[in-house]
């Protein structure tokens, strides 16, 4: 088997930013110099390559990969804006059961031989195509905001995931608003911590920039000189993945409480 | 409600209010004990009570807490003082 590692992106709740982190985490690390390819494990919501703006190349999909009728090869879209990234659509047409979990390890297998990371954009909920996305995992980032309808079904996950012997999972809180948070109005860092017992891997704020960028197909991270706060907590977050020991930025908020967060991150 | 709730209660930030309805619905669905299990275990243990000694039905709460990584079943059966009756003259 060869060195590449599977990190699957997962949450349980729709809509709270799997894909964003997925497009973002494989752009940030193939900047970083890794080959890396991104794989849409959502078949029949296919929205990766939308997000990574490589829906005009689309000729083959991982179904068509998995029932023979392409090389896997052959299903890799090759990200012309950056050496060393590559996309694997999900097939549109189909349903989750047109894949199974060992046709993901298959596929993930042959992936290892060729590249350093292999990130899998799972689909939301706990079915068939959850089930696909986790069985080849060597790490699981499961996303989330805070809000409670997220972290109930981010909990849900964890459960699952430890259940699989594919734990523990590491968090990413997406859609932090630091401001909100100062006046007592969102759950905080620690709150969500406290409630689900998880190791935090990266905190992303808010910022409009994220859809701007999807907008136009270009993961935010590429773009150099923009939104530098949220290219720079996706950065770490790409940073952490290889093994780095980043701290986290100071979300500009007011009360301290990052600083906190800094001291039981690092114990 | 005790009094703090009801002095203090207005006060209690959106945020504490998710992060207490959190836990609890979290311990429920870790434990997967519903609702109305728990008033199902309310009413049994009231019956078992109500047999041995003098309570208030009313007064008995069931609860899962958790504690640390530890979840438990906790029930609060206030007794019912027995009333000194004075006979007036």
């Known amino acids: ?267 | 409600m005790n009094i703090f709730e009801k002095l203090f209660g207005s006060s209690e930030t959106s945020a504490s209010s998710a992060k207490n309805r959190l836990k609890m619905v979290l311990v429920h669905d870790r434990n997967d004990i519903s609702p109305g299990v728990l008033r199902q275990i309310r009413d049994d243990i009231i019956g078992v009570f109500a047999h041995h000694l003098n309570i208030d039905p009313d007064a008995v709460e069931v609860m899962l807490d958790e504690n640390d990584n530890d979840n438990m079943l906790v029930a609060q059966v206030p007794l019912t003082p027995t009333r000194r009756v004075r006979t007036n003259h």
């Not at chain 1, 977050?237 to 800094?262: C, H, T, Y």
């Open chain 1, 1 to 267: 088997m060869g060195h590449g590692k599977v990190i699957t992106i997962t949450s349980g709740k729709g809509g709270v930013g799997k894909t964003t982190v997925t497009a973002n985490l494989s752009t940030a690390l193939a900047m970083a110099g890794y080959k890396v390819v991104a794989i849409d494990a959502d078949i029949g919501l296919r929205n990766l390559d939308v997000v990574m703006g490589l829906e005009n190349r689309i000729v083959y999909d991982l179904v068509d990969v998995v029932e023979g009728r392409c090389r896997l090869n052959q299903a890799m879209i090759k990200d012309k804006r950056l050496e060393g990234l590559s996309m694997i659509p999900a097939a549109q047409t189909r349903d989750k059961n047109a894949i199974s979990p060992t046709d993901m390890v298959l596929v993930c297998d042959q992936l290892r031989e060729e590249v350093d990371y292999i990130v899998i954009d799972s689909p939301a909920g706990i079915e068939r195509g959850f089930q696909n996305a986790l069985a080849p995992a060597d790490q699981v980032i499961i996303v989330t905001n805070p809000e409670v309808s997220a972290v109930r079904d981010a909990d849900r996950i964890i459960g699952m995931i430890e259940a699989e012997e594919k734990g523990p999972g590491k968090l990413i809180i997406n859609r932090y608003k630091p401001d909100m948070v100062a006046r007592g109005d969102m759950l905080s860092i620690e709150d969500i911590v406290d409630i689900l017992h998880i190791d935090i891997i990266g905190i992303i704020p808010e910022d409009e920039k994220i859809l701007i960028s999807t907008n136009r197909g270009q993961p935010l991270v590429m773009q150099n000189g923009h939104a530098k706060e949220t290219g720079v907590a996706i950065r770490n977050i790409a940073n952490r993945v290889k093994g780095d020991e980043i701290p986290f930025i100071d979300l500009a908020v007011k009360d301290g409480f990052m600083s906190r967060l800094r001291g039981w991150v690092t114990s």
